[in-house]
């Protein structure tokens, strides 16, 4: 049904820049809000940022300035743009599409992002 393939993860210094790339089939995708969520080692899961069919987004605090996300439609895909990226960064990072009307909620397997100091 719903497949989310996840790409743009990898090792970067501190201060550098990453772009994540989440491509979706499945779904209407103009009709789903995307989102990125991360997770340290033993830590839960959050919300990193997300956006609306109406191209609405919302941040985590801790990225606010930093991560700027972004939808193409015709292409069925999200991406994350992450500057000025910091240690604290470090996580696998998922990539999560959501429908309320037809009761939608899948995830991604995940791309890793480290951040060296």
């Known amino acids: 049904q719903v497949q989310l393939v996840e790409s743009g993860g990898g090792l970067v210094q501190a201060g550098g820049s990453l772009r994540l790339s989440c491509a979706a089939t499945g779904i209407t995708f103009g009709f789903t809000t995307m989102g990125w969520y991360r997770q340290a080692p033993g830590k839960e899961r959050e919300l990193v940022a997300s956006i609306t069919p109406a191209e609405g987004t919302n941040y985590a605090d801790s990225v606010k300035g930093r991560f700027t996300i972004s939808r193409d439609n015709a292409r069925n895909t999200v991406y994350l743009q992450m500057n000025g990226l910091k240690s604290e960064d470090t996580g696998a990072y998922y990539c999560?599409?959501?429908?309320?009307?037809?009761?939608?909620?899948?995830w991604g397997r995940g791309t890793q992002v480290t951040v060296s100091s």
């Open positions: 999560n599409a959501k429908q309320v009307l037809g009761s939608t909620n899948a």
